[in-house]
């Protein structure tokens, strides 16, 4: 049977996610606590797909990049570049849209340490598989760093050794489909300025040059 494009909230296949998820449950019982389905436009041309839910960002949440500081980035040139409408605040509730993009991650439930396992990204990805199948106008996907990167060029059956990670990468995957590669934008890589934010900007110039 196909998958579908998005996990269930309460998605039993990795245990130690489930058992991190119950753990938070009680910990935070008013946070989100589950896998967070994508957020944007079902005809987007432009879908980024980032790691995993933050703990106090999309776990909290439950939209994804909403939260944490790597959203504060993400969110803001998005709207730069037109790809959003509206004020960012940091909340679900905020009101802010996307515009011919969606937003998704490669694993949808929160992981210890930020940190998930092969498995658990295996078992993800018929998710992430789905939403880029059923995203039928989409052009240009971002991977926001290497996990993500990989898992994407392993749903369209590539190898990996023909399609390496790297800031500012154009990959093309088939006749309609690119994939562009940034460095996550997350707290670490942005306080150790493995990225910045001209850096993030030149690669959504690319990916405004592919639209």
């Known amino acids: 049977m196909t998958p579908p494009p998005e ?10 996610l489930v058992e991190f998820r119950r753990s938070n449950q009680q910990k935070h019982p008013d946070f989100f606590n589950g896998a ?3 957020f944007g436009s079902h005809s987007a041309r432009l879908l980024i797909v980032g790691l995993a839910p933050g703990l106090k960002g999309a776990n909290w949440s439950g939209r994804p990049f909403t939260g944490d500081a790597a959203g504060d980035l993400l969110y803001e040139t998005l709207l730069e570049f037109g790809f959003a409408t509206g004020h ?30 092969g498995g658990e990204i295996n078992a993800c990805r018929p998710f992430l598989d789905q939403r880029i199948k059923q995203t039928k106008a989409l052009k240009v996907i971002m991977a926001l760093g290497k996990i993500a990167h990989d ?16 800031h500012g990468a154009r990959h093309q995957l088939d006749n309609q489909l690119v994939l ?6 997350s707290r670490y890589n942005l306080n150790t300025r493995r990225l910045t934010k001209p850096m993030f900007e030149d690669v959504f110039k690319l990916i405004r040059k592919e639209l």
């Open 7 to 16: 996990a269930p909230k309460d998605c039993q296949i990795c245990p130690r």
């Open 36 to 38: 967070v389905a994508s």
């Open 88 to 117: 960012y605040q940091a909340r679900p509730d905020d009101g802010l849209e996307l515009i011919d993009t969606m937003i998704t991650n490669a694993v949808r439930c929160v992981p210890p340490q930020n940190k998930p396992v």
């Open 151 to 166: 898992s994407v060029v392993r749903t369209q059956n590539k190898r990996l050794v023909e399609y390496p990670f790297k």
């Open 180 to 185: 562009i590669d940034s460095y996550h934008c």
